[in-house]
């Protein structure tokens, strides 16, 4: 219960700093949507994995600033694992990272009825799976 909190503090205290990027950059989504953090692409994650995925955050703003894009659930999730592999428990912090960022894109998305992402039709453990099954690199080991 505490490591929940814990991660649920940190990712408020990012949301509420308010940090946006662009809702849509030719090339950018490349690597959404991120893997669920496992026991076995941790140790990419906490070599870099996490902050490639960051690197987004340098974009330049646009006009989409409202929209909360792949880009941004992309910043978010880096940040937060990062933030997680610096934790004691690794894993269980990454995964609930993973699985609030993930969910706050569908739950944002629908509030200002846009398309959203295939797998935010899905509820629970279902749209989790969606969102792992369909990641481009599950293991955290993309070279850019």
């Known amino acids: 219960m505490a490591m929940k909190m814990q991660v649920l503090l940190l990712l408020v205290s990012w949301f509420v700093q308010g940090q946006s990027v662009p809702g ?3 090339g950018y989504p490349e690597k959404f949507p991120p893997a669920r953090p496992t026991a076995k ?3 990419n994650i906490c070599k870099g994995g996490g902050k490639k995925l960051s690197h987004y955050q340098d974009l ?3 006009d989409l600033l409202d929209v909360y ?3 941004d659930v992309l910043v978010e999730v880096g940040s937060a694992l990062d ?8 894993l269980p912090c990454a995964e609930k990272a993973w ?3 993930l969910n706050k894109m569908c739950t944002k998305q629908g509030a200002v009825k846009m398309v959203q992402h295939e797998c935010c039709g899905k509820s629970g453990a279902a749209r989790e799976n969606c969102f792992d099954k369909k990641s481009p690199f599950p293991n955290y080991d993309f070279e850019n």
């Open 24 to 26: 849509s950059v030719e």
């Open 41 to 43: 692409n941790i140790g």
């Open 60 to 62: 330049k703003d646009s």
């Open 69 to 71: 894009s792949t880009q």
């Open 83 to 90: 933030m997680c592999c610096k934790q004691k428990e690794q």
């Open 99 to 101: 699985s609030i960022v």
